[in-house]
Nanobody, 121 residues
Framework: QVQLVESGGGLVQPGGSLRLSCAASGSIFSVGAMGWYRQAPGKQRELVARITSGGSTNYADSVKDRFTISRDAPKNTVFLQMTSLKSEDTAVYYC???????????????WGQGTQVTVSS
């Protein structure tokens, strides 16, 4: 019943910017954290940025000082502002959420369908 929908991906030149959005919907009792992961061809999926319900953030070393994660808690929405994009940032970006559907349910992981980000001239 929980669904994550990403938007904002596309083609951008090196040095450009993109803003990704992810909106969660469905039966959500509480959210522990939301974040962004990415997977490039031939590589494993890796954490890009994550933000907890308390506002704590962490970033991959490769994107620190270039990407910023933020959230709109009442709307269960998370954003990723990407600047100074490089070719190495090309990947499918996936939205992730750790959440409970009921107070007595275990916390589960939910994933979006992914959105393609391509950085090329």
């Amino acid at each position: 019943q929980v669904q994550l929908v990403e938007s904002g991906g596309g083609l951008v030149q090196p040095g450009g910017s993109l803003r990704l959005s992810c909106a969660a919907s469905g039966s959500i009792f509480s959210v522990g954290a939301m974040g962004w992961y990415r997977q490039a061809p031939g590589k494993q999926r890796e954490l890009v940025a994550r933000i907890t319900s308390g506002g704590s953030t962490n970033y991959a070393d490769s994107v620190k000082d270039r990407f910023t994660i933020s959230r709109d808690a009442p709307k269960n929405t998370v954003f990723l502002q990407m600047t100074s994009l490089k070719s190495e940032d090309t990947a499918v970006y996936y939205c992730n959420m750790a959440a409970r559907q009921r107070a007595w349910y275990r916390e589960s992981e939910y994933w979006g369908q992914g959105t393609q980000v391509t950085v090329s001239s």
